[in-house]
């Protein structure tokens, strides 16, 4: 019987994941699954513990908190997977959603509940998610769900400082938005998919991502796949600042590629250099700076998904 490893980041969904976890805990018990847990105490805690134990052997992982835990605890699996050689294929990535974003699972079709989540993963409803590996100026990490540069990342950065200060309404993001907008300054720059050059030029974002969904349900990326072997990307070149407001709501309903104020592609490696060392966003977080580099790794690994996705 697998004995899964739960990972469980007390901070996550405004200081409410322990009453909710003690909620899961007894759920889990109840459907009969072997599992461990143990608690984060700091910001990269959940890496550390996902590495250490998947170096001791463990292969079934639960990351509980939100979108930034289960970047975190992938990330420690594939350090691991990186140092001993174990296939990403043979583990096993699952999260019990309790943050504020909660976007991967909008892409894996899990519903943000905690008894059908369990029921899944006794039904061991799994599929294989693409490996993607991001090297961002002399960071390097790799990416669950969606990452991007501009607007993209200078708004991740504006939310997480207003979490920061304790604040953790949604509202934070259609907030954050408008002013990162208004704020925001072009950058000129090459981007290229699979070594060819698909814009060059002044743009105000470019976002990408091997999931669908990011800062609460936005869809910068709306055709994305989680196991295509492809990573999206759309570009969003200058613009009046107003034609871009104008089409801003396209983001909540899935049509921006619609949109004539972008540029849509795809490819197995993406690459982005501009004339400054913007910041880069993977999964919600800074995670480095340009020049950007993004590789679809040629590996799996199973991640808990409902059974209508394929």
């Keep these: 019987m697998e004995n899964w490893y739960c990972i ?6 405004s200081g409410k994941t322990i009453a909710k976890w003690d909620i899961a805990r007894e759920v889990i018990k109840q459907k009969g699954l072997s599992f461990s847990e143990v608690l984060t105490e700091r910001k990269n805690h959940a890496t550390e513990l996902a590495y250490k134990a998947a170096l001791l052997g463990k292969r ?45 699972i909008k892409s894996t079709g899990v519903p943000n509940d905690i008894e059908k989540t369990v029921n899944l993963l006794v039904g061991k409803s799994f599929i294989q998610q693409d490996v993607i590996k991001v090297e961002a100026g002399q960071g390097k990490c790799y990416m669950v769900n969606c990452g991007g540069i501009g607007f993209d990342s200078h708004l991740i950065q504006r939310v997480n400082k207003q979490k920061d200060r304790g604040k953790r309404s949604k509202a934070i993001y259609a907030d954050s938005a408008i002013r990162t907008i208004l704020g ?35 869809q910068f990326v709306p055709k994305a796949n989680l196991n295509d072997a492809l990573v999206d ?10 034609a871009i407001l104008k089409e801003f709501p396209r983001v909540f309903n899935g049509t921006m590629p619609e949109s004539t104020v972008c540029l849509t592609s795809k490819g197995q490696v993406l690459q982005v250099k501009a004339d400054k060392n913007d910041l880069v966003e993977i999964d919600g977080e800074i995670i480095g700076n340009l020049p950007l580099t993004i590789s679809v790794a040629g590996s799996k690994i199973n991640v808990l998904a409902d059974e209508i996705v394929s």
């Design 233 to 242: 990307v759309m570009i969003v070149p200058k613009r009046r600042i107003f």
């Design 60 to 104: 079934y992982f639960i990351a509980v908190g939100g979108d930034g835990t289960v970047h975190e605890v992938m990330n420690g699996i594939m350090k691991c997977s990186e140092e001993t050689g174990a296939t990403p294929e043979s583990f096993y990535l699952a999260a019990i959603s309790i943050g504020s974003g909660n976007d991967w």
């Design 8 to 13: 469980v980041n007390p901070r996550s969904g």
């Design 184 to 218: 925001t300054r072009h950058l000129n720059g090459t981007i290229c998919a699979d070594g060819k050059v698909i814009y060059d030029g002044a743009f105000y974002q470019v976002s990408f991502g091997n999931g669908s969904f990011c800062g609460g349900g936005m």
